[in-house]
């Protein structure tokens, strides 16, 4: 049997507030990734920038994926 799928106004106060601070976390990650991403220079990027900004727009994936291997060291 399927389920009605739940609207904003059917959820909880608590259920708001989360999905709220989801909404605003994933924010804030992707936008740290690109400001991160426009301020290095391309040979401290591994592969091109373009793709990378393209990368980041995946949510919670893009960004992580970003931050763990599209930036190379500074060592």
């Known amino acids: ?18 999905a709220s601070v989801v909404g605003v976390a994933q924010i804030v990650l992707a ?3 690109w ?3 426009a301020k290095r220079s391309a040979a401290q ?17 893009g960004p992580i994926a970003y931050f763990v291997k599209g930036r190379r060291s500074n060592t």
């Open 31 to 33: 936008t740290s990734a």
């Open 45 to 61: 990027v591994n592969g091109p920038k373009g793709l990378w900004a393209a990368i980041i727009a995946i949510n919670w994936v």
């Open 1 to 18: 049997m399927k389920q009605k799928k739940q609207t904003w106004n059917d959820m909880s106060p608590g259920g708001k507030t989360l």
């Open 35 to 37: 400001r991160d991403l």
